[in-house]
């Protein structure tokens, strides 16, 4: 088993700054791509980037793109979420998942998750 654990999150004013860690323990995080989700109240958890196993590949949604950076340290077993320029619409509760092999499935298709951390963006 995988285990993930985000850190990170908190209240921050519109257009500030957040990172995220994801944190993995237990089989070797070298074989798993690794991507964020974010579920809003009321909404469907989405998935906005993911990053393959090995790192070379990257991919953000167009709601986050030049906002968001995900990267990833497979020696110290961390991926993490560079958040710019936040806005409100970004509040929600922000999970790592991981997914066996090189790209990431949608939401239902990952194989592990964390508990996922808070972040409000407000004024």
């Known amino acids: 088993q995988l285990h993930l654990v985000e850190s990170g999150g908190g209240l921050v004013q519109p257009g500030g700054s957040l990172t995220l860690s994801c944190a993995a323990s237990g089989y070797n995080m070298d074989y798993f791509a690794i991507g964020w989700f974010r579920q809003a109240p009321g909404k469907e958890r989405e998935g906005f980037s993911c990053?393959?196993?090995?790192?070379?590949?990257?991919n953000v949604a167009d709601s986050v793109k030049g906002r968001f950076t995900i990267s990833r340290d497979n020696a110290k077993k961390m991926v993490y979420l560079q958040m710019n320029n936040l806005r409100p619409e970004d509040t929600a509760v922000y999970y790592c998942?991981?997914?066996?092999?090189?790209?990431?499935?949608?939401?239902?298709?990952?194989?592990?998750w964390g508990k996922g951390t808070l972040v409000t963006v407000s004024s």
């Open positions: 998942a991981s997914h066996l092999g090189k790209y990431c499935s949608g939401p239902r298709g990952m194989d592990y």
């Open positions: 990053i393959s196993n090995s790192g070379d590949i990257t």
